[in-house]
C-alpha cells in the first residue's frame, strides 16, 4: 500500500462488497456512494455532532470514488446485514506507514459493537496493511469514547490543547494510539479475540 496509489487490500469479497476484516458480530467493508446518505446522518445526528467535526458530502464522494489515501469503512452488523457505524480512515500511502482512525461513529450504542469494530479496524490495520502506527483524536471530554479506545489497548499519547474552536468556544484533543508490537503482543495474550 505504503506510497503505490493501489485500492484497499480486501481481505474477501462479499456477495456485492468488499469486505476488509470479518468478526463475529460485524464486519468492515469499504463504503460505497450509496452509502453516503447514512454517513451524513450519522455525521450529523445531535448525539454524535458533539464528538466530531463532520465531512462534507463532496469529501465522502472523492474518497468513495478515489480510495488511496484515505477510506470510508462501514461497519456492518451480520445479524440483518445492517450498517451500524462507520470509520474514516486515511493515511494509506504514507511512508511512515502510519494509519489514522477518525470519525468513529457506532449509531448502536452500548452493545459492544465499538469494542468489536476497533478489534477488526487495528487487525486490518496490522495484519492487513502492515501499519507500523494505528492512531487517533479524540475530545478531551469524551468519556465515553476514551473508555473505548484505552481499553482496547490504546495509549495516551498527548494533548492538543484548545485546537478546535466551536460554537465560540476552544476545544481540546486527546491524542491515543497504538504500535504494531504493542497490537502483537496483546493479540499473543488473547486480548485482540471477539
Not at 54 to 75: G, Q
Not at 77 to 103: A, C, M, R, V
Not at 131 to 158: I, T, V
Request: aromatic share 10%; charged share 30%.
Amino acid at each position: 500500500m505504503w506510497g503505490t496509489g493501489r485500492s484497499p487490500v480486501l481481505v474477501k469479497k462479499g456477495k456485492f462488497m468488499n469486505i476488509l476484516a470479518d468478526g463475529k458480530r460485524v464486519y468492515l467493508r469499504v463504503a460505497e456512494e450509496s452509502d453516503i446518505d447514512t454517513i451524513m446522518k450519522w455525521e450529523t445526528d445531535e448525539e454524535n455532532l458533539k464528538f466530531i467535526v463532520p465531512f462534507s458530502r463532496e469529501d465522502h464522494l472523492n474518497v468513495i470514488k478515489n480510495p488511496k489515501t484515505a477510506m470510508d469503512i462501514m461497519i456492518i452488523e451480520k445479524e440483518g446485514d445492517n450498517p451500524i457505524g462507520y470509520f474514516w480512515i486515511q493515511g494509506l500511502e504514507l511512508d511512515s506507514k502510519e494509519i489514522e482512525w477518525t470519525h468513529i461513529v457506532i449509531e448502536k450504542k452500548g452493545q459492544c459493537f465499538g469494542h468489536e469494530a476497533m478489534k477488526l479496524i487495528k487487525r486490518y490495520t496490522f495484519e492487513t496493511l502492515k501499519a507500523h502506527r494505528g492512531w487517533m483524536d479524540s475530545k478531551d471530554y469524551n468519556e465515553r469514547a476514551l473508555h473505548l479506545y484505552e481499553s482496547e489497548g490504546l495509549q495516551r499519547e498527548g494533548l492538543i490543547r484548545e485546537t478546535l474552536f466551536i460554537n465560540g468556544v476552544y476545544e481540546n484533543l486527546v491524542v491515543l494510539g497504538i504500535l504494531d508490537r504493542e497490537y502483537f503482543d496483546r493479540k499473543n495474550q488473547g486480548l485482540e479475540n471477539m
